[in-house]
Structures are given as C-alpha cells and as structure tokens.
C-alpha cells in the first residue's frame, strides 16, 4: 500500500530546497540583469555561494532520501501522465546537480562559507573557468525554467481538483 503523503523527512527537505533554490535563482538573475551597486552585487554573490555550498550535502540528502523511501501514489491514472511527471521531477534533480557542480567548478577563487571555513578551488585552468561558468548559466536557466513550470503544474493540479500541495506539507 503506498502513502498518501510523502514522509516529514521528504517535506522537510522539500521545502529547504525550494527555499535555497528559488532565493539563489531570484536573487543571482537579479545582480546579474538588473542595474546593482557592486557592493550589492558582491553581497549576493557571497550570501549565494555560501549558502549552495552548505546546500549541496542537504541536495545529495534529499537525493538518498527520495530514492530510498516510498513516495506517494501518483495522482495520475493514465501512464503516460505518470511517466511525464517522473521525467519532468528526475530533469529537476539533474538539472540541480549540474547547476551545483558548476557553480563549484566555475570558481577562480576560495569558496567563503560564511567566514566559517573555506574550500579552495578546484580548477585552475581560466579557460575552464569559463566553460565551467557557461554551463553554470545555461544549467541556471534550466532551472528557473523548470522550476517555473513545476510551480504552474501545481497550481494547475491544485485547480483542477488533485491536491498534491498537501502531499507536500507536514
């Protein structure tokens, strides 16, 4: 018998993730399109690093978790729409991890963590800095991308009667 809601561990990293995720996405497009004092742009940018820093081992966390505790029956009775709901969420979680791996490899210089501790950089080469920073912004719109269409799925699902938001809350 499956569950009708995903377990307090699922919800809790759930929400972390669309926390982190949609705050470095809003606020990263944001320095970077929109005219910002360098002071405000160096603030984001730190307050960003550090903190998809910290949350790489909470994605990889969540990752374990979703693949080894049962998850809710789908709300879908055609296969197909099952199918596309399972590509759409596993392109989330690998369009996540490129952005994550990127972002690291992208860096030229130590990765602050808050002033807490640092992690020196892994590529020294400039050019693949610069592939690496490439990818980093091409995986970034993805992301925003898919994120967006994740959140008009569930209020599309929610206005047409099947509630996954409540599978989603504790």
């Known amino acids: 018998m499956q569950a009708e809601k995903y377990c307090w561990q699922q919800v809790l990293l759930h ?13 990263g497009f944001y320095v970077a399109y929109l005219e910002v004092t360098q002071d405000t742009h160096h ?30 029956r789908s709300l879908h009775d055609d296969p197909q729409g099952r199918r596309l ?3 759409v969420h596993e392109g989330l979680y690998w369009i996540t991890a490129i952005v994550l791996l ?10 602050d963590v808050f002033g807490w501790f640092s992690i020196a950089p892994l590529v020294s080469d400039p050019f693949w800095h610069r592939v690496w920073f490439r990818v980093h912004i091409a995986s970034c ?4 991308l898919g994120v967006s269409m994740h959140i008009a799925a569930v209020v599309l699902h929610e206005l047409s009667g099947r509630r996954v ?5 504790p």
């Not at 690093?49 to 809710?72: E, G, H, N, S, Y």
């Not at 990127?102 to 990765?111: E, N, Q, Y």
């Not at 719109?141 to 925003?144: D, R």
């Not at 938001?165 to 809350?169: Q, S």
């Open 85 to 87: 709901a399972h590509l």
């Open 141 to 144: 719109l993805l992301l925003a």
């Open 43 to 72: 603030l984001i940018a730190f307050i960003n690093v550090a903190m998809t820093t910290l949350f790489i081992p909470v994605f990889l966390l969540r990752w374990l978790v979703r693949l080894t505790k049962c998850k809710p």
């Open 102 to 111: 990127s972002g690291v490899l992208m860096m030229d210089r130590a990765i």
């Open 15 to 27: 929400w972390i993730s669309a926390t982190v995720i949609i705050w470095v996405l809003v606020s």
């Open 165 to 169: 938001l409540r599978r989603m809350l």
